[in-house]
């Protein structure tokens, strides 16, 4: 866990953070907040709920989360008093892939493991966009060396709309320095060495001096680490890996 205090948070970068999710909402009537529910995506939704900023917010709930993850979304209404969306995988194609392959195939190659992430993440994310003119996701430049690269917006080319990543610049010391300021709730996976949350087969703990998504798909190499979700990401891609740093 990072080690960061609440008083180590500049507030500036959070009068930021809320002029720039206020000048998207005018922006776009429709956009919305994809969360993962981990850290990056909790600042996010603290600041469009307690800010009472008009931006819808939905997570995907692919069936294969932790406990810990679901719990997060009740957590949430319980906290704001505002329920998020949820949307699901189509139960027809789940239940053909685990016929065909397995409950889990992933592990076998990357074929059927973006197969999976096809199925039980980026088709209903399809879905919820479709018609949208634009979506907000909580991805960091230091998550990965698929994010390098990440601008604050730009346009998404693989689901037609346009993306902002409102926290691009962030460091992982300024999501946490927010979330002990400012009490924001998150994944309790975070405090067990978790930090990236995925689906619960998909995701393990890091050891100290990993990349921060190395608990993320551990099995495959550095560069095929992104589900599909931003696969935009990964024509970015200036080498094979890159140690990220952690947080003193
Ligand atoms: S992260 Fe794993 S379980 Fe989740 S959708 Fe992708 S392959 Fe399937």
């Not at 939704?45 to 939905?58: K, V």
């Amino acid at each position: 866990m990072a080690a960061v205090t609440a008083s180590s948070f500049p507030s500036q970068r959070w009068s930021e953070l809320l002029d720039r999710l206020g000048g998207i909402a005018r922006a776009h009537a429709d956009v919305a907040l994809a969360s993962s529910l981990a850290a990056e995506d909790m600042v996010l939704t603290h600041a469009i709920l307690d800010g009472g900023l008009p931006i819808e917010i939905f997570t995907l709930d692919t069936g294969r989360l932790n406990a810990e993850t679901v719990a997060m979304i009740d957590r949430i209404a319980g906290r704001y008093g505002r329920a998020i969306g949820v949307v699901r995988p189509d139960p027809a194609a789940v239940e053909e892939y685990v016929a065909a392959h397995g409950p889990n195939a992933f592990y076998e190659s990357v074929d059927l493991r973006k197969a999976c992430c096809e199925i039980r993440k980026v088709a209903p994310l399809r879905r919820v966009l479709a018609g949208r003119s634009a979506w907000i996701t909580g991805q960091r430049r230091e998550q990965a060396v698929t994010r390098g690269e990440l601008p604050l917006d730009e346009p998404d080319p693989v689901f037609g709309l346009h993306k902002y990543n409102p926290l691009a610049l962030w460091t992982q010391e300024e999501v946490w320095a927010a979330i002990r300021a400012l009490d924001i709730l998150y994944n309790p996976l975070h405090d067990r060495g978790y930090p990236s949350i995925g689906c619960e087969p998909c995701t393990r703990a890091i050891r100290p001096g990993e990349d921060l998504r190395a608990g993320r798909w551990w099995w495959e190499s550095s560069d095929s680490k992104e589900c599909g979700l931003h696969a935009g990401n990964l024509s970015a891609i200036p080498v094979s890996v890159v140690t990220t740093k952690q947080p003193g």
